[in-house]
């Protein structure tokens, strides 16, 4: 039988509370198998093009949202782990989006934030259409609470 393996960690994130989880799981699989980490977050469409509800005012506010977050968790791995590469792609289909990438890249497995209470529209969705259509396995993690005091919270400003 052979040995498991685990070469290239996918950690897609909305940037919700509940992503934190995920990406604690991610980075510690990452540094324990000695793994790329590939991050990925889907511009949902209201971030990428002006709609009739919001004009690109809204749009460069939610673009900046992004960025700062991006330049969070950025520091957030710098702290955890090494070997990462990050991406912000545009997207309507975010499940879509992720599986792509996951095959494009050749991930081992992808790690994916669990929305508790009133999730955003679709965070169900997309979780259940990865898990169904992904080309490797799929880790749900769930909110929890930290436990321990550690940093990088990407979060947090």
């Given at each position: 039988?052979?040995?498991?393996?685990?070469?290239?960690?996918?950690?897609?994130?909305?940037?919700?509370?509940?992503?934190?989880?995920?990406?604690?799981?991610?980075?510690?699989?990452?540094?324990?198998?000695?793994?790329?980490?590939?991050?990925?977050?889907?511009?949902?469409?209201?971030?990428?093009?002006?709609?009739?509800?919001?004009?690109?005012?809204?749009?460069?506010?939610?673009?900046?949202?992004?960025?700062?977050?991006?330049?969070?968790?950025?520091?957030?791995?710098?702290?955890?782990?090494?070997?990462?590469?990050?991406?912000?792609?545009?997207?309507?289909?975010?499940?879509r989006r992720i599986i792509e990438k996951?095959?494009?890249?050749?991930?081992?497995l992808i790690v994916l934030g669990a929305?508790?209470?009133?999730?955003?529209?679709?965070?169900?969705?997309?979780?259940?259409?990865?898990?169904e259509a992904s080309p490797c396995p799929?880790?749900?993690?769930?909110?929890?609470?930290?436990?321990?005091?550690?940093?990088?919270?990407?979060?947090?400003?």
């Amino acid at each position: 039988m052979d040995a498991f393996k685990l070469d290239r960690v996918l950690f897609a994130t909305d940037f919700s509370p509940n992503c934190e989880s995920a990406f604690r799981y991610a980075t510690a699989l990452a540094q324990r198998f000695n793994a790329r980490l590939y991050v990925l977050h889907v511009l949902p469409a209201a971030e990428t093009e002006p709609s009739e509800e919001s004009s690109g005012r809204d749009v460069a506010i939610a673009e900046r949202g992004t960025i700062s977050a991006m330049r969070r968790l950025r520091k957030a791995l710098l702290a955890r782990h090494d070997d990462y590469m990050m991406a912000a792609i545009p997207g309507q289909q975010p499940s879509r989006r992720i599986i792509e990438k996951a095959r494009q890249l050749g991930v081992d497995l992808i790690v994916l934030g669990a929305h508790h209470g009133a999730p955003p529209p679709l965070a169900h969705d997309v979780v259940r259409e990865v898990c169904e259509a992904s080309p490797c396995p799929v880790i749900c993690v769930p909110y929890l609470p930290k436990t321990n005091s550690y940093e990088g919270d990407y979060l947090r400003e």
